[in-house]
Each structure stands twice: as structure tokens, then as C-alpha cells.
């Protein structure tokens, strides 16, 4: 009925970070028009030069110029970016400032500025010249240091309310916006903060301010310019509402607990497309509605943010895969024979899935079913619950609420089974970091009794004969990476571990 492979594009982080110490830890792209480049103490063409404090310049804030390389940010933010114009004080010092301060687990921060003043939403779309810069400025900052994309920062509209046709479009066009960015920065709930406007010269200021307002997406909000006093030209915001505005922004930011962004260092790379149920809509040629991956793969996100972009259903640009979700059973409870042959086929095809795709300890996720065609559903489910597959761990769909046919569960029934198979995931395998790449590929075995080993090489401590400090000394040892649902052959296993453990100590080497 239901078969996900999620996967995980990898970040590769350990050789992200050792490339470009230098480079920040959270980058923050800034795009929109005027008052994102910041005019705050800009009066008839000229910035005053005056810095408040919360906009000072930190060696722990960098600044992404226009020549693609990171320097210590300073303002005026945009200067080299929205060069045609005279830029001034702008909201994201004082963002990055604040975020720092709230969350010093940030690291140093950098800030991408993009924002040109006086562009309008159609200028940003797709396509355009607009979008392909800002693109080009976040896969140089990602490339150029390793850090994760955090959050957009986003504010304009005022050039779009001119038109009422324009100021219609507004909020589709956003949105459409917003979806292509997340896609092709492959980061699905990457955060996005707005600044809905509060007045512009043109008559249609309350039309785009409701589209920014009503827009909803996962992890977009809103904050709201109004009440922010602007220069004397009525245009701008000063610097003082700048400074606040900044700090409106990294609150936004801040609030959004989950999920969280994720991004690949392949970001150059476009990967499938940003999930939405119904998942199987081109794959399971029956009308498809919700099922359990989305809102399995949601809180994965919160709860484990270094997973990186969670691909679901294939495996195309590379990447990790990290587990097989199955759940089927339904149409083999009609004849008594299908449901006894179930568990020896079962597991061939496990072994036969593991073997193809090289991974002998794959993790699966398997359902039990709790309806079925035929009426051998609890003999099924008894030939279910005895298959015996190292690193599989099994979760219950008894009691999910069903549609109308008693067959299909219902939308509450597959959100409910999505998030019974998230924590399963994570307390099974998760914390045994079962990254299936090419690095642990080849330390992995299924042993003979079906237990999963994984050889790994430690550093122990002894203590030679006649020597006061023990030593250090590289060690070979053999892990057992499974061990429930397996008990008896486990426990066969730990009985041969003083063998192993001799066989081991023959190739002990002393490390200096
Ligand atoms: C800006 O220019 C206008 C018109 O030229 C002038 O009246 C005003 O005094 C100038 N403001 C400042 C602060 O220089
Ligand atoms: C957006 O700006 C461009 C360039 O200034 C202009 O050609 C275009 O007509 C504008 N589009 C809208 C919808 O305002
Ligand atoms: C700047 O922001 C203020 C406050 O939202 C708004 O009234 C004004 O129209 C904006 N100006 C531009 C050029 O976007």
C-alpha cells in the first residue's frame, strides 16, 4: 500500500567546515527593494554616517560583498549592491546583532545582501535577473564556507502598488516566489521573514499589505512595518525604525522553532521538488490523497536538524539512503496460504532490496495491518510480527481511524501513522547513526545469525606492565549495531565476543 525511501542529502559538514574556518555558520539571504537595502539617514542623496550601536560592526557578523568573497560587515550593508542608489542604515545589522545575543549557538553570521531599490515583485521572478543573482550570491556564500542558509529576509511591495492588476498578482506571485527559492536553495521549510508595508505612494497599498498579511506557508511570517517612523522624504524608513525593525525580524526568526531549514552544500544542484501531499499522486496511479510521509519527515526535521534535506520516495543527486518506510499486507489476507508464505517473502525481499542497493543494514520501518481484502487480517498480522530482519523495527497501525470503506486510513488515521513512524525512526536508529553512505558502507556486515556488525577502529586505554600513564592504542573492534528484536541470535552473538574480541587482539597495533 505504502513504500517511502527517504534519504538524506549530505552536507558533508566535517569537510565543509574544515575547507573555510573563516566562513560564517548561519547565512541570511536580505532581498526586496529600498528598505531592505536601508536608507535609514539618508537625506537628499546623502547617508549621514551615523552608526547606532546596535549596527556596529563584529568580528562574528560577516558581510558576503559583491565580489562574492566574506569581509567583516560594516555599513551601509548594500553599498556595493544596490550601488546605483546611496544606501544607509538597513535592518540587517541590528537582525544579525540580536540573533546573536538570543542565540549564541548561531555562530557567526552571514549576511547576503541582494536587495535592489525599487524593483517589483516581477523583476524577482524566476527567471529573471534579479532571482539569478540572488541565487548566485547563495551558492557562493554556502560554497564559499560551508554554513546553512538560515532564513530569507524579505521586504518589499511598495513598486507593485501602483497597478491594481499588480497589486492583485501580489500575493501569488509571492508565494510563487517563496516556493522557488525554497526549492532551488533545496531547502523545503527554509524560514522566511517578511515586513508587510505600511503605506507607499501608491493607491493599492492595503491590497498588497493584505496579500503579505493572509500569505501562509510552513515557516513564513510576517512582521509589520507600521507604527515605524520613515525619513522626511516619507519613503524610508530612518534608522531608528530600522533598528527596530532588525530586531522585529530576528524575534520572528527566532520564534520559529520547527522545523528547521536544511540545505545540502550541493545546493548548486536541483533536486526533485518541494514535497506536498499527495505524495504518491504520479507514482500510485489510483486517486492518492494524504498519507504518513509528510508527516513523518516534518518532525524529523525538528527534532534532528543536521539530517540535511530529506528526500522522499528516490534517490536521484546523491545523498544517503537512510531508511525504507513499508506498508502493505492488505491484499495478501484473502487466501490462508498467502498470509503463511508472507513472512519467508517477506524477508527475501528485504534481503533482495538490501543486497541491490549495497546497504546490508538498511534500516526498515515496516507497519503491521490492521484491515485487509480477505478476512486472514489477524493471521497476517501474527505472520507479520514473526518476520525476523536485523535492523527492522515494526510499529502498529491497530486503532488509526479508517475511511469509510474500512480499508484506507483516513487523513487523521495517516498523519497519526506518520508521526508513530517518526519517533520510531529516531529512537532506533537515529541515535546509531545509520548514515548508509560509502564511508560505513564497507565497516557493515549481517553476520551469520543475522545480527548487524559494524567494525570500527578505537583508540583504548592501557596500562603496559612498569608504566606509570596508560597509553593510547588503535584497536579494532567489532560493534553490534542491532540488537533487539533479535534477541536470541544476539545473545549467540555475545557469547562469541571473547573469541571475537582474541581474534581482534592479534591484529592490535601499537599506535606510536
Ligand atoms: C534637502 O534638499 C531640500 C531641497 O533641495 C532642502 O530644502 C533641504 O533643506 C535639504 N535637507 C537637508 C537635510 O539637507
Ligand atoms: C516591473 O519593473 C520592470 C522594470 O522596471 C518593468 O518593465 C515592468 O513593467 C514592471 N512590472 C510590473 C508588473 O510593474
Ligand atoms: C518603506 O517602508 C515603509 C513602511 O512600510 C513604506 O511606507 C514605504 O513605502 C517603503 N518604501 C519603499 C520605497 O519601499
Redesign the pocket.
Known amino acids: 500500500m505504502f513504500l517511502l525511501i527517504f534519504s538524506l542529502l549530505l552536507a558533508s559538514p566535517a569537510a565543509a567546515s574544515a575547507d573555510n574556518a573563516a566562513g560564517p555558520k548561519s547565512i541570511f539571504l536580505l532581498a526586496?527593494?529600498?528598505?531592505m537595502s536601508g536608507?535609514g539617514g539618508v537625506v537628499n542623496d546623502t547617508w549621514d554616517g551615523v552608526v547606532p550601536p546596535q549596527c556596529r560592526p563584529d568580528p562574528m557578523i560577516l558581510r558576503l560583498n559583491a565580489a562574492l568573497a566574506w569581509e567583516e560587515a560594516r555599513e551601509a550593508l548594500h553599498r556595493d549592491i544596490d550601488a546605483e542608489k546611496t544606501c544607509g542604515i538597513g535592518p540587517g545589522m541590528p537582525f544579525a546583532h540580536l540573533a546573536q545575543r538570543r542565540d549564541p549557538g548561531i555562530g557567526v553570521i552571514g549576511l547576503v545582501p541582494c536587495a535592489i531599490?525599487?524593483t517589483n515583485i516581477s523583476e524577482w521572478r524566476r527567471g529573471g535577473r534579479l532571482y539569478g543573482q540572488l541565487m548566485a550570491r547563495a551558492k557562493a556564500a554556502v560554497l564559499g564556507g560551508g554554513g546553512l542558509i538560515r532564513a530569507v529576509l524579505w521586504?518589499?511591495?511598495?513598486?507593485d502598488?501602483t497597478s491594481h492588476e499588480d497589486a492583485r498578482l501580489y500575493k501569488r506571485r509571492l508565494e510563487r516566489l517563496f516556493n522557488d527559492l525554497r526549492s532551488d536553495l533545496l531547502s523545503p521549510v527554509l524560514p522566511v521573514i517578511q515586513?508587510?508595508?505600511?503605506?507607499?505612494?501608491g493607491p493599492y497599498?492595503d491590497v498588497i499589505r493584505k496579500g503579505q498579511l493572509e500569505l501562509e506557508l510552513p515557516n513564513l511570517r510576517c512582521v509589520d512595518?507600521?507604527g515605524?517612523d520613515?525619513e522626511p522624504d516619507?519613503?524610508?524608513?530612518s534608522t531608528r525604525?530600522q533598528v527596530r525593525l532588525g530586531h522585529m525580524l530576528a524575534d520572528a526568526f527566532l520564534g520559529i522553532t520547527a522545523p528547521l531549514p536544511v540545505q545540502s552544500s550541493g545546493a548548486h544542484r536541483r533536486w526533485l521538488e518541494v514535497a506536498h501531499d499527495p505524495l504518491h499522486v504520479d507514482i500510485d496511479h489510483k486517486v492518492s490523497g494524504i498519507g504518513p510521509g509528510m508527516s513523518f519527515a516534518n518532525p524529523l526535521l525538528a527534532k534532528d536538524p543536521t539530517i540535511g534535506v530529506i528526500g522522499l520516495a528516490a534517490l536521484k543527486d546523491g545523498g544517503a539512503l537512510r531508511a525504507l518506510l513499508w506498508y502493505q499486507g492488505e491484499s495478501d489476507t484473502k487466501f490462508l496460504q498467502d498470509t503463511e508464505s508472507y513472512k519467508a517473502n517477506f524477508e527475501k525481499f528485504i534481503a533482495d532490496v538490501r543486497a541491490d542497493l549495497q546497504m546490508p543494514t538498511l534500516p526498515v520501518v515496516q507497519v503491521l495491518v490492521t484491515s485487509g481484502d480477505g478476512k486472514f487480517v489477524e493471521e497476517m498480522r501474527e505472520n507479520q510480527q514473526a518476520i525476523k530482519v536485523a535492523n527492522l523495527k515494526q510499529v502498529d497501525s491497530k486503532g488509526l481511524e479508517l475511511i469509510f470503506d474500512n480499508v484506507h486510513l483516513s487523513t487523521a488515521g495517516a498523519i497519526k501513522l506518520g508521526q508513530i513512524l517518526n519517533p520510531s525512526y529516531i529512537v532506533k536508529f537515529k541515535s546509531k547513526t545509520h548514515l548508509m553512505d560509502t564511508t560505513t558502507k564497507g565497516n557493515e556486515r549481517v553476520n551469520d545469525e543475522g545480527v548487524v556488525e559494524r567494525k570500527v577502529e578505537t583508540v583504548d586505554y592501557r596500562k603496559p606492565a612498569g608504566e606509570e600513564e596508560p597509553r593510547p592504542e588503535k584497536v579494532a573492534v567489532t560493534h553490534l549495531v542491532h540488537d533487539d528484536n533479535n534477541g536470541g541470535a544476539a545473545a549467540k552473538v555475545a557469547e562469541k565476543l571473547p573469541a571475537v574480541s582474541e581474534a581482534v587482539g592479534d591484529t592490535i597495533s601499537r599506535k606510536q
Not at 526586496?32 to 528598505?35: E, K, P, Y
Open positions: 526586496g527593494q529600498s528598505n536608507r531599490g525599487g521586504y518589499q511591495g511598495e513598486s502598488t515586513v508587510a508595508l505600511a503605506s507607499g505612494s497599498v512595518a507600521k515605524l520613515l516619507g519613503l524610508h524608513l525604525a
